[in-house]
């Protein structure tokens, strides 16, 4: 394809994707270009206006490009699943503090989807040992080959297939564990979301009961019973709901609850410490 070529494809994207409401038009146009448009291929442009007909149907770029960029990892994902949010590496970047997970500590990603949050934190601590626990089959598919994929960069990470809303899914880590983090679904049907997620993203990892908050309880419950006494708890939420989830981290099994900001500065990580005493709810 000849670079003039290329620009007159480029130029007609950006009017397709700045009419169709995409919000980082350059950004998913340099992405579009590189992964479609390589010089050379004489398909080139079809492909290229196919992704870009996909992403002005607000596909999300993920499932486009079969990848998705996250804290250092390029992790395989597809329709079907969830795309990992950059915003979601200021977890992780807490959760990698020594201060957080000690030196060959052991650590527990729930709802981990494709891998995102214990597949990074592997990276970052390859002294720690982190579990990583999911229950969608697609999404499993999706983090063993993450897993594998990435091996010679992280330490050990095991998979567990399990329903966190099943009575005794953790029965194997109680009050052993120093570390549980969390992005789970979390979004009330009452907010409006962007079509990326309110229609192609699944509805099981988005939503969860009416405030949205169903999942989060239950993980408030089993993070204290797998957590040790001093052990951490880190939670991704809703930007409009920090007050509400440290309600329900307030009690005998939670201290040093506290609210900070993802990378684009929204209230959506909450975490706490395990009381050296208390009950497991
Ligand atoms: C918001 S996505 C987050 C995925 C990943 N942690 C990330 O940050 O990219 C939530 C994930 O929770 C999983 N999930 C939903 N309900 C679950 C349950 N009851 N038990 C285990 N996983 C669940 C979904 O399949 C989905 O992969």
Sequence with gaps: MTQEL???ARE???TRLTDAGVWDVEGDLDALQ???LAPGTPTATARFEAAVA???RRIPLGHIIGSASFDGLELVVGSGVFVPR???TALVAWAADEKTLPYEGTALDLCSGVGALGLALSRRRPDAAVTCVELDDTCLQYLNRNTARHQAVLGRVSV???DLTEPGCLDAYLG???LVMANPPYVSP???LLPEWSEHQPRAAVYSGADGLDLIRRIVVLAAAALRPGGHLALEHDRAQPEQVRELLRGDSFEEITTFTDTAGEPRITVARRTDHGGTG
């Design 86 to 88: 950059h915003e979601s």
């Design 12 to 14: 007609a994207a950006r």
């Design 34 to 36: 590189e992964r479609f």
């Design 54 to 56: 996909e992403r002005c």
């Design 176 to 178: 052993t564990t120093d």
């Design 6 to 8: 290329t620009r007159s």
């Design 160 to 162: 567990h297939a399990a």
């Design 190 to 192: 009452d907010v409006r």
